[in-house]
């Protein structure tokens, strides 16, 4: 909660990533409060106070996966929505060429996304296909499994570009960048 908390506000990209890896996180915990509660909550030195809250968000998350049947894969929809919202941000930036710098960002992975796409099978939107390349590279990393050097060179560039555009959106958010999308 606490570092969700501080990613929403700073970074949009790694919030979405934060929250798959916990929706991950809690399915490895089988949904179950107590592991969730000992594992996850109480690796936070917290006053009681804050850990409860910690523990009602964990809390509501297990509510939502189970109300949403996403115990077994899929994300939340509220990260779903997120996820589009973000995309049909980055539309629009294209389409109104907003800033010079992320079109050419854009440009240069656009190739990299169709490679993806196509040797994946995915059917997503360019942003998801991103996010689910560096979450996948995330979770190998995590895993220790090695990483190409070509995986690990499009990687940073998908890398750079969502921290562009996170960047971007955190502008428009605060009410620094007007678009209209």
Partial sequence: ????????????????????QI??????????????????????????????????????????????????????????????DLNRFHLALIDQQTDPEYTRLYSNIQP??????????????????VLNSLYIILMLKMKQHEVSEGTQQA???FGHFMGYLAKLYKAYESGDLEINF
């Fill in 23 to 84: 929706e991950d996180l809690i399915r490895a915990l089988e949904l179950d409060m107590d592991k969730i509660t000992s594992s996850l909550a109480g690796a936070y030195q917290v006053d009681d106070t804050i850990r409860e809250e910690i523990v009602a968000w964990y809390q509501n998350l297990v509510l939502m996966m189970q109300k949403e049947q996403k115990q077994q894969g899929g994300h939340l929809q509220f990260l779903v929505n997120l996820t589009d």
């Fill in 155 to 157: 990687v940073w560039k």
């Fill in 112 to 129: 990299d996304i169709e490679l993806v796409r196509n040797k994946s099978g995915q059917q997503h939107h360019d942003v998801e296909v």
């Fill in 1 to 20: 909660m606490l570092v969700s908390r501080e990613k929403r506000k700073t970074n949009i990209v790694e919030y979405i990533l934060y929250l798959w």
